[in-house]
Each structure stands twice: as C-alpha cells, then as structure tokens.
C-alpha cells in the first residue's frame, strides 16, 4: 500500500510518525508533501527513507490512499492541484480538514469518488489517538481497509458525516481540554506544596489510570467515581466544589462551542 500525506504541518507529521513508529506502513510506502521545506526536513527526521516532495503530483500519481492535511482554506487548491491524476477506480482520499464536507470534495474530484472525512487527534503520533471517520462512494471493503489502518493508531470508529462536527470538538480538540485539566490539576498540586514536574507526573499517570478503568470495565464514569467517593470524604467535598464552580457545565459548553 502505497500513500500520500498532503501536509506536513503539526496534524500531517503526527499522522506520519504514528504511521511510521506503529509500523502500519513501511517508511518507504510513504510520500509526505509540502511546499515548505523546513516541514519536510522534520519528516525526514522520522526515518530518511520516507519520499518527501514538494509537487502534490508526484506524491498522488502512484498512491493507494491519498491523505489531505492542510488548512481547510487551501482545500480547493490543493484539489484542483491533483484532480488531474486522482483516478477514482483504484484511489481513495481521505482528508482531515475540520468543516470541509463530502460535496465540497466531490465538486472538485467529481461524482462518486471514494471519500473518506477522518478526525484523529495529536495522539496518533503516539499510536494513542481517536480516530473518527465517514465514509462516500466507497465499498465495504475499503472502509474496512480504512479502519484498520487506523486502528493500528489507537482506536477507530465509522460514523455518519453530519456527526463530524461532534467529533471534532470530543476527540480532536479534547486532546487541548484534557491537558487544560492536567494543567489546572498540577496547579492545584504545586499550590498543595508538589513539585510542577511530579505533579504534571502524578495528575498524567491518573488520567490515565481513569481512562483505563472506563476502556478496560466498560463502566459508566460514576459507578467508578462511587467506588471512590466516601460519605463525608475528601472526594465528594472536593467534586461539589468543582460542580459549584461550574466545572461540568463548563466543559459541556466547550464542547458545543464551535457547533
């Protein structure tokens, strides 16, 4: 399988180093594009042996899969770039621009090429990321060569397109709201006389540690947050103290704010 990454910017190179370090695909099978030249140099660094270029042409002519990475202004650009040489019978494009819909792509590609829309977050450098993903014009079959492309980078899951917007505030920006908790959490720490570095430590390791207890028992969070809440405990004072400034309110707003 033979792909090509349109964007080398901050979502494009983590995409690459998942790829790469997850051995999903060999660094060989990889053509990373970008018209600066210091992004490509930072792909290089990943492993030499992954093609860099800076002609869009050259990356889409012998790709299986076709990954658009850049800014969602540029889409049309970059479509109107490649169009000439993306053959529908046997390649597929997925691209990762926040807001940019299935008809915008079609316009550009024409009618019933194999589209796929993918939200992943930052994590997927790290094989660790939430991968969402919808799907046009494609076959059973290639969905789930998609999927499981992605699945070797953390966890994938096939929604509709009208959810992509949901997704992106959950799993793409709730990379950045989660680590604003970590940040609020070692403050709090540091206040309580912890060291930043162990406490950025210890508020991470729990994280984690709550993540797992969620993915692994497949449990409601308060059936895991009962197990932990004492009558009269430190726990409970310390949630209503958050609930009393608004925290879950306040993280339900974020989320909706960009719908």
Same mark, same amino acid.
């Given at each position: 399988?033979? *792909?090509?990454?349109?964007? !080398?910017?901050? @979502? /494009?190179?983590?995409? +690459? ?62 479509l109107d770039s490649i169009k000439i040489v993306f053959d529908k019978k046997k390649q597929m494009l997925l691209s990762v621009a926040a807001g940019v819909c299935f008809d915008t792509l079609e316009k550009s590609l024409g009618e019933k090429s194999p589209l796929f829309r *993918?939200?992943?977050?930052? !994590?997927?450098? @790290? /094989?660790?990321?939430? +991968? ?128």
């Open positions: 399988m033979q *792909i090509a990454i349109i964007g !080398a910017g901050n @979502i /494009g190179l983590a995409i +690459t180093r998942g790829l790469v370090q997850s051995r999903a695909i060999s660094a060989n099978d990889l053509f990373v594009v970008d018209v600066k030249e210091d992004c490509l140099s930072s792909i290089k660094k990943i492993n030499p042996a992954i093609k860099t270029t800076t002609n869009s042409i050259d990356a889409v002519s012998n790709a299986d899969i076709i990954i658009l990475s850049v800014k969602p202004w540029l889409i049309d650009e970059v *993918i939200m992943p977050n930052t !994590a997927i450098s @790290i /094989g660790e990321s939430m +991968t969402l993903i919808s799907a046009k014009n494609t076959t059973e079959k290639q969905e789930n060569e998609v999927l499981a492309l992605f699945a070797k980078l953390g966890k994938a899951f096939l929604i509709k397109e009208e959810q992509m917007t949901a997704a992106t505030s959950v799993a793409s920006c709730g990379i950045a709201y989660a680590l604003r908790y970590l940040r609020a959490a070692a403050e709090g720490a540091v206040e309580l006389g912890i060291h930043p570095s162990l406490a950025h430590e210890i508020v991470a390791q729990t994280m984690r540690g709550a993540a797992e207890l969620i993915l692994q028992n497949n449990n409601h969070p308060e059936i895991e947050i009962d197990k932990v809440t004492t009558p009269g405990g430190w726990t409970i004072k310390g949630l209503n103290a958050m609930e009393k400034n608004g925290f879950t309110k306040s993280v339900i707003a974020g989320l909706i704010a960009n719908s």
